[in-house]
């Protein structure tokens, strides 16, 4: 069977880094023999190692991290691996050739300077592989490859743990808390969807000015600022409505999981969402940083049980034709086994 070693640095949290996890994960599930190289993560590890990794931790450190590229071109080399996967720039940057297949993992449309010791790119949308081949890559070692989401059962958080009234709308939306996210834009948008409440999941160097516009806009007593959380299954269980509201996004896992999570679903018209969503089918996109229009959209939701039922159907049946566990690992193992030939 083939082996394969995974590698990333990544951020401290987000979303690639996150399936960078249920990926290794599924993988592992499936029987795929694989090292796996992070940079040190104490919540990352934790979890690879519940599901039976063991990860190695480097550096992945800058231009004078002289340690890292040594280090995996070890680590490949005493693993026997015939394929090393990189994921994002950094781990492609400091990945070295070697007797090895080289992959590069593309989670958005990144300057192919990182990937210059690849033999093959991987690109999360159809569009992603259109950025890599107009920028000289050959398109016959291109390929897509697409995230998936796992749901699991899960009973719904109690709203009385958030202070929310169990008859209000409840909006749920997660992610890093980043300008890019457009939260300022969804909760602009709140100030003209008065009876619902929202649950904002996430962290990151935004919070403070998110937090300071809420009391600004006078929504913050209906907003919920619930930090990084590791219960989706349980918050996408208690809420109404969910909210993809990034400015830019070139794949939005979020999506997947409204699908699978069987969650009403309003999408701004970012590249990943405008790339997989039918509007009016299976989702509602509106216009990027357009409040006015995701008011609308929401309160249009909020107001329609028939259209709620008929996205959620919608959804369920494009994320089953696509986006499962199964069909994605599928699709990587065969893409494994082509390569390493």
Not at 237 to 258: C, K, M, N, Q
Request: one cysteine or more; aromatic letters at 10%; proline letters at 6%.
């Amino acid at each position: 069977m083939t082996r394969v070693l995974q590698c990333v640095a990544g951020a401290e949290h987000g979303g690639a880094e996150t399936f960078f996890v249920s990926l290794v994960l599924a993988l592992h599930e499936a029987g795929l023999e694989q090292r796996v190289v992070i940079r040190p993560n104490a919540l990352r590890r934790a979890r690879l190692e519940k599901g039976g990794i063991t990860p190695v931790e480097l550096p992945f450190g800058g231009i004078f991290d002289w340690r890292t590229g040594r280090a995996l071109k070890k680590e490949a080399e005493a693993f026997g691996a015939d394929v090393v996967l990189s994921w994002m720039n950094r781990a492609s940057a400091k990945c070295p050739r070697g007797a090895y297949v080289r992959a590069g993992r593309l989670g958005g449309y990144y300057n192919l300077k990182y990937y210059k010791t690849c033999d093959w790119l991987i690109g999360i949308t159809p569009d992603i592989v259109s950025h890599v081949v107009k920028n000289g890559w050959p398109s016959d070692r291109a390929v897509y490859l697409p995230n998936f989401a796992t749901p699991e059962a899960a009973p719904p958080v109690s709203r009385a743990s958030f202070d929310t009234p169990e008859g209000a709308p409840l909006l749920f939306t997660l992610g890093r808390l980043h300008p890019v996210k457009g939260f300022d834009v969804l909760l602009t948008a709140l100030q003209t969807v008065p009876e619902a409440y929202l649950w904002l999941a996430g962290e990151g160097p935004a919070r403070a000015q998110l937090e300071a516009l809420a009391e600004k806009l006078g929504v913050a007593q209906r907003v919920r600022f619930l930090g990084w959380r590791e219960d989706k299954a349980a918050l996408f269980a208690a809420a109404d409505i969910a909210i993809f509201p990034s400015r830019y996004e070139p794949f939005g896992t979020v999506t997947l999981e409204a699908w699978a999570y069987e969650t009403p679903l309003v999408a701004a018209a970012s590249a990943g969402p405008a790339g997989v969503v039918t509007n009016e089918k299976d989702a509602l996109l509106v216009p990027i940083d357009d409040a006015p229009a995701m008011a609308g959209a929401l309160n249009r939701l909020i107001g329609d049980p028939a259209l709620r039922d008929a996205l959620i159907a919608g959804g369920k049946a494009t994320f089953a034709a696509n986006f499962t566990k199964a069909a994605v690992v599928r699709r990587y193992l065969d893409f494994f086994e082509r390569i390493k030939a």
